[in-house]
């Protein structure tokens, strides 16, 4: 009882503070549902508004009245295919992947909230299934379930910005703001409108799928935030062909099997390597459920192969993580802005794109700072390599999802610094700082302070006692007013697996 207790307070004080607003919108690939899986379990974390099935050019379902479909350049008129004009692609008749997952959730939650009491109810996130425009790629022109969820969310008067995937094409989420301007365009209203929703939507793409950001979102909404992630861990297709050394152990078929895909309901419908399923019956495209084929077998099979086979069992993909991944409530406060930085990389800042109904002043000496300079590369260059903490955290909440005795599981930590966490100083200025940590598991912590070198000051910062948790910065002499710095408190308990967390400090540079 005693440990329940410590572990509810523990959930409400990682979760007091408001928790991101966020509508996936996702299409029937399988990298899709293997990001949905893991998103599910950080819905603890997140203020969920719509789970919205989507087309894209790899997946859309037609219209039912034999009507064909063709847009050139598309996966179908590649490789020599020629498939289309065709009435459908790549979309299974009754397709249901959203609802699978959260249907594995339900049967998950009971053990869920007993690590953690913020997950929602299935209920809950039942109610905000909604199919959006699927019919064809690209297409617009008329409402659907799902555009209506995304336009009623974009025009309510919550607080707080309003955070839009698109896993795959940008359709549904363009039908919601095209029917917003078809209402407001000629009115009084449509200066405030536009400005209220440039400061409150921030779209994060997993590319432009569908043409609709280039063609219709971007030319006609150019004030709205649009973070596109780079620099940070690769939860990609072939992630293992590219995987540092420390990194590859978590893409194995061996941890893949102790870790996710036996874990339940939700491991059950996880896709790896092998798995002896496939999307859509006879996909030419979907040749990764096949088990011990070369290559040349597959092809001789009629497969389109783009990707060498990997072993049985290992990883396959969860190529959008990065859209949320940045959303979490480790502490990094990653979505505050999208060049914070987090699990999910980082984000180029631009002078418009600042944050909204924040405390944090910082973001905006940030983006005045930054104007429209490209930081990318230098993000690139530095950013810290989250992918081992992630794929742990991942581990410990499929856990979670098959553990009905809170004691039998890893917690992560908790980690704050002390006062506020942002600050102003002068050059030349010594700033203590005062840790604080403690672990719901009673495990022991380890603990350091680290520069996340995002600020707008460049170089690095002397911190005098990295490993302690009261230590010491002095502001350097060279910084400039207006800079920012980023400090990282990491705490890292010793339980199975290691679990971390983080709390982030920002200063920013006065003058003398």
């Not at 930590?413 to 506020?420: A, Q, S, T, W």
Request: hydrophobic share 35%.
């Amino acid at each position: 009882m005693a440990l329940l207790n410590l572990a509810q307070a523990h959930a409400q004080t990682l979760t007091k503070d408001r928790k991101p607003r966020i509508i996936i919108t996702a299409d029937p690939e399988l990298d899709d549902n293997n990001s949905l899986i893991r998103f599910i379990l950080y819905s603890s974390d997140l203020d969920i508004e719509g789970l919205v099935y989507a087309s894209s050019q790899f997946h859309w379902t037609g219209d039912g009245k034999g009507t064909k479909w063709f847009v050139p350049n598309r996966e179908y008129a590649r490789f020599g295919l020629n498939q289309c004009p065709c009435e459908s692609w790549r979309w299974a008749k009754g397709e249901r992947f959203i609802h699978d997952i959260v249907e594995a959730y339900e049967k998950s939650y009971p053990n869920l909230k007993i690590h953690n009491p913020e997950y929602p109810t299935p209920a809950v996130l039942k109610s905000k299934i909604r199919f959006g425009n699927i019919e064809f790629d690209g297409d617009y022109s008329k409402d659907s379930p799902g555009s209506e969820l995304i336009r009623a969310a974009i025009m309510d008067d919550k607080p707080g910005q309003l955070y839009i995937t698109a896993w795959g094409g940008a359709s549904t989420i363009a039908r919601a703001l095209k029917s917003i301007q078809d209402q407001y365009e000629y009115t009084t209203q449509w200066d405030a409108i536009k400005k209220k929703i440039a400061k409150k939507v921030v779209l994060l793409p997993s590319g432009d799928q569908d043409d609709t950001f280039a063609s219709y979102i971007r030319p006609t909404w150019p004030e709205i935030e649009y973070r596109q992630f780079s620099g940070g861990p690769n939860y990609g297709y072939g992630a293992q062909l590219r995987a540092k050394p420390e990194n590859a152990p978590y893409l194995t078929p061996e941890w893949m099997r102790e870790h996710v895909t036996t874990r339940g309901a939700l491991g059950a419908l996880y896709r790896v390597w092998g798995d002896g399923k496939q999307m859509v019956k006879g996909d030419i495209m979907d040749y990764f459920g096949e088990a011990g084929k070369t290559t040349d077998e597959l092809k001789k099979m009629g497969y389109v192969v783009w990707m060498p086979p990997q072993p049985k069992d290992s990883w396959l993909g969860e190529g959008d993580n990065h859209t949320f991944m940045n959303m979490l409530g480790n502490g990094l406060r990653a979505y505050e802005a999208g060049f914070y930085g987090g699990w999910g990389g980082g984000a180029a800042a631009r002078r418009e794109n600042v944050s909204f109904g924040l405390a944090d002043t910082s973001a905006n000496a940030m983006a005045n700072a930054l104007g429209t300079m490209n930081d990318q590369a230098r993000q690139a260059s530095a950013f810290p390599d989250f992918f081992a903490k992630a794929q742990h955290d991942f581990a410990a909440r499929m856990k979670w999802a098959v553990t009905p005795k809170y004691a039998n599981a890893n917690h992560a930590p908790m980690v704050r610094i002390e006062g506020p966490l942002t600050i102003m100083a002068t050059p030349g200025a010594k700033i203590r700082l005062n840790g604080f940590v403690s672990d719901p598991d009673g495990n022991t912590v380890t603990t350091k302070w680290w520069q996340f070198q995002v600020g707008t000051y460049p170089n690095k910062v002397g911190i005098t006692k990295p490993d302690a948790l009261q230590t010491e910065i002095e502001i350097p002499k060279d910084a400039q007013p207006g800079q920012t710095i980023h400090l990282i408190l990491e705490a890292t308990d010793n339980g199975t697996p290691t679990l971390t967390k983080y709390q982030r400090l920002i200063i920013t540079v006065r003058k003398q």
